[in-house]
């Protein structure tokens, strides 16, 4: 009797496993998919129709190297050439993404990410028009320099995952 409960107990198991596995029956991935598409045709229907590449394989490993620094509170002084630089570097990335993204024609594929993008464009655009370079006030509580430099920084990191977010959902598998 309890060698049947065991053996029961491990098919129930087994089976619940193979259900959550990360490579769910198309029929799970469409009704998934469909439920949460704010438009007629689903994810997967659209990634397929147009074959948008999976951009996150390249660009990830060029947002992590953008983002990551060897200097220790690379930021601590936003108005500083240093801060200055290192956000330069995240944004030449997010303006490259920007640019595969269109030339992709991805941009519908790649909407986390073209929000997070968007973010971090709004934030550079801020950053300059504030003068927040070399501007000794810009570590002064209620200065928007350490907004823009916190958004810029945040947006090249959250890319990181947007971007894999949005190819998961649109079955993106280049």
């Known amino acids: ?3 049947r409960t065991a053996l029961v107990a491990i ?3 087994a089976a619940t496993l193979t259900a959550c596995s990360n490579e769910p029956s198309p029929s799970k991935a469409e009704r998934a998919t469909t439920a ?6 689903t994810p997967s229907t659209a990634a397929s129709s147009t074959a948008a ?7 990830v490993p060029k947002l992590e190297k953008a983002t990551t620094t060897d200097v220790q509170g690379v930021c601590t002084h936003v108005g500083s050439k240093q801060c200055a630089d ?3 570097d995240i944004v030449t990335v997010g303006i490259d993404l920007q640019q595969a993204i269109a030339e992709a024609s991805a941009k519908r594929m790649y909407p986390r990410s073209t929000d997070e993008l968007d973010k971090m464009m709004r934030a550079s655009d801020g ?3 504030d003068g927040c370079l070399n501007d000794p006030l810009a570590d002064v509580d209620g200065s928007p320099c350490f907004k823009h430099s916190l958004d810029i920084m945040g947006a090249g990191a959250s890319l990181q995952f ?3 977010t949005d190819e998961i959902r649109w079955g993106l598998d280049g």
Request: hydrophobic share 35%.
């Open 162 to 164: 947007t971007m894999q």
């Open 53 to 59: 590449p999976k951009l996150s394989t390249a660009w």
């Open 86 to 88: 290192h956000l330069t």
């Open 1 to 3: 009797m309890h060698t």
């Open 11 to 13: 098919a129930v198991l």
């Open 127 to 129: 950053y300059t028009n």
């Open 36 to 41: 949460n598409s704010p438009t007629p045709a």
